[in-house]
């Protein structure tokens, strides 16, 4: 059985997982705390995947760094650690490959920055819960608050700190599996998670996430990519073109919780529904800018009907030209317009996480729906398996 609250959809514009194997013999990559993993190299001359060293966390134990590219020369970059994106190199309008993800030169740098967050698998619970509680059949669980009173992304240490088993399922696919044990961060029952990251011919990197649990409890599994389509260390994303699916979104107090309300986005600074600028309105006097620092707000996507991935939004580099479509089962869009970029960080490149040079557009469920009845459910009941898809699909503005 499937979690009820999702659909079983076939991937849309041909991102079919399907891809065949090609002088493949990678063999799987384990990790534990204490352990190392070996490193493999593979390839053919239209699509490879490099594994190679990628430092070492405070524990001693070694991370990899895992490369996909395909034909028409995109490349997409992984690590072990946090099941993170930490690179995306797709063609400009100029033909020049860009890093559209920003993020670190290593796992060491990963694991001691003081933003956690940078491309990395969030779970179990993406986004927030009010006050570090929630409830199963009268059954109260409480969290770590790591976020004023609120837990966020799945506690101190979520998904985005542990370090996943790493398995190539073919040329151009990777499998990173998580076992996250009863308890663990507070969240009720032993629960099997597995990500498969998938590049294809159209340049579009799939994210098929599934989950089972041999007890009740809430998943809400996303990936947290920091995007600039002008390429790391280009400077602000405020003139980066949007468009968001969605006529409605969740408004929230001030410790950013959503207040239960779904309320229309026309006549308000969150209107994407046509290609607008990031920062046209960002600077408007509104309450809920204020709330978020700018945007970090839940869009209820427009879901259209058949059993496809739907577009959720599109984003344009005003200087690269380069075009991102994000596609998902998920009913819900996180925008977040990286209001708390301090320049605390260097990234691979060398730049600085300055404020607002980069945003996220984080595929979910509704935050806070544990304690929200009126939002769709996110449990997780044993027997049934927690499905769902999501992609980036790149391309250039003509």
Known sequence: MEIKYLRSWLPALGLSLAISLQNCNLKETKNTESGTATTTETGNSDSTITVAAFGKLKSGTEMQVYTLRNAKGMEARFTNYGGRIISLLVPDKNGKLTDVVV????????????????????GRYGNRIAKGKFSLDGREYTLFTNNGPNTLHGGKKGFQDVVWDAKQVNAKTLELSYLSKDMEEGFPGNLQVKVTYA?????????????????????????????????????????????????????????????????????????????????????????????????????????????????????????????????????????????????????????????????????????????QPQFPSTVLEPGDTYKTSSSYKFSVAK
């Open 199 to 371: 590049l294809n011919e159209d340049n579009a990197l799939t994210m098929d996430y599934e989950a089972t649990t041999d007890k009740k409890t809430v998943v809400n599994l996303t990936n947290h990519a920091f995007f600039n389509l002008n390429g790391e260390g280009s400077g602000t994303i405020l003139q980066h073109l949007l468009q968001i699916n969605a006529d409605q979104y969740t408004p929230v107090n001030a410790t950013l919780i959503p207040t239960g309300k779904i309320e229309p986005v026309a006549g308000t600074p969150f209107d994407f529904q046509k290609p607008t600028a990031i920062g046209a309105r960002i600077e408007t006097k509104n309450e809920q800018l204020k709330n978020g620092g700018g945007y970090d707000h839940n869009y209820v996507l427009n879901q259209n009907k058949g059993n496809n991935l739907n577009l959720a939004a599109r984003a344009t580099g005003d200087k690269s030209g380069i075009v991102m479509e994000v596609y998902t089962q998920e009913p819900c869009l996180q925008f977040y317009s990286g209001n708390f970029m301090k320049s605390n960080n260097t990234f691979k490149n060398g730049s600085k996480d300055d404020f607002r040079t980069a945003f996220c557009l984080e595929t979910q469920h509704f935050p806070d729906s544990p304690n």
């Open 103 to 122: 993020g670190f030169k290593d796992a060491t740098t990963y694991e001691s920055s003081k933003e956690p967050y940078f491309g990395a698998t969030i």
